[in-house]
């Protein structure tokens, strides 16, 4: 063809495309309008692709991070707990004088052990970068919440206020430094280097696999995708984790012969030593003392789901679209299951297990349940079994008289006035 011929075949395909097309859309439009029965079929069949594409997406993570969580993995992740945890202990061993108790608010100390924890298992030798993001994530976090308990201006969030503006650059701060980690760790596997055993890593791994498997990229996760995971992995981990511990730590003060059990036990495992795997597998009055106090204080008092498609839930018939709130603590304290002494802390009901516990009926449910259930739960459970542990080995606490009872639920239950103890070295 000559270039004459290309040019005029080029404004064919304008005129025979452009002109037919929005003819055809024009007269969908306006037929949807005259049949609502067809609009409303058409939107439903819209939504209904958009959930599982957003279904099969999830479904497509979850497979790939779960070899992240599995709990032959935990093990790898114990000296990054253990060296968290020392670090908390070492600074109270500093404050707390020998011979005396001390008053000491331990709030803010499980907090930042809690959050340095998941800074190494999930960043490991980018650990200090990875804390950087964990921080701006903090306050990320909290002018949500300042959002959330202002005024609500519609669109409001796209004025150039100076918090918009710092909430934008935190944004683009925390997408930069986490792709810096993982392209280093990418270059570093792309070089020979094997994963390093932490959530990152193995992430990482899990998915070059998973596209290796399928020879197709779109089997795996986009960067920012896994972004996105890390950064979850943060706000999913690190409140709920330190809030365990915290009414915990309350309630064997309130509960002394639960607290004197509970060191028995730990001093009969480890002695005085570090505590490992196998020992903290076999610590059954701690466990059952961590699973009373999430049936009690569960970190996350409720959850949420939205109905996909129609569904009869009890007697109710419920639409596509319903959103629902899950209430887990409501469920925790009903006294049809748990029986009139829902309210009080009995460590005991969980003396054979969980399923024992439940008296076959779903009824404790605080990592959730089904298939969004909490994929960090074996790894929370043994890093409150290591801090305890490691926490009961050097120290006895009590209520100090300036603690005030006051659970306070801001997403998760905090103590509002924090954790005032009067420790004591052993
Ligand atoms: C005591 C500690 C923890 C509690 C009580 C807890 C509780 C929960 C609950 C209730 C959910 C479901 C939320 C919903 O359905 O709306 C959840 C999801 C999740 N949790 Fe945890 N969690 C804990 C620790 C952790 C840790 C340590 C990690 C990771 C390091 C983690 C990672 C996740 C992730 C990634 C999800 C989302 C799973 C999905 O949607 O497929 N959690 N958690």
Redesign the pocket.
Known sequence: MTTVEVIEECKLFYFAGQETTSVLLFWTMILLCLHPKWQVRAREEVLKGLANIEGDK?AKH?KIINPAFHVEKLKHMLPAFYVSCREMLSKWEEIVPKGTSFELDVWPDLQIMSSEG?SRTSFGSSYEEGRTVFELQNEQAEYVIRIARSIHIPESRFLPTKMNRRMLKIEKEIQTTIRRIIDKRLRAIEGGETSKDDLLGILLESNMKEIELHCRKDFGMTISDVVDECK??YF??QE??SV?LVWTMILLCLHPEWHVRAREEVLHVFGKNKPDLEGLNHLKIVTMILYET?RLF???PS??RRTEEEVKLGELNLPAGVQLIIPTILLHYDKEVWGEDAKEFKPERFSEGVSKAMKGQVSFI???WGP?V????N??MM??KMAIAMILQKFSFELSPSYTHAPFAIVTIHPQYGAPLLMRKL
């Open positions: 999830w979850r998941i979850l992995f999913a981990g709920t984790t365990l999430l569960p970190p996350l959850s949420g605080p990592f959730s969004r909490c994929i960090g739960q790894f929370a890093e409150a």
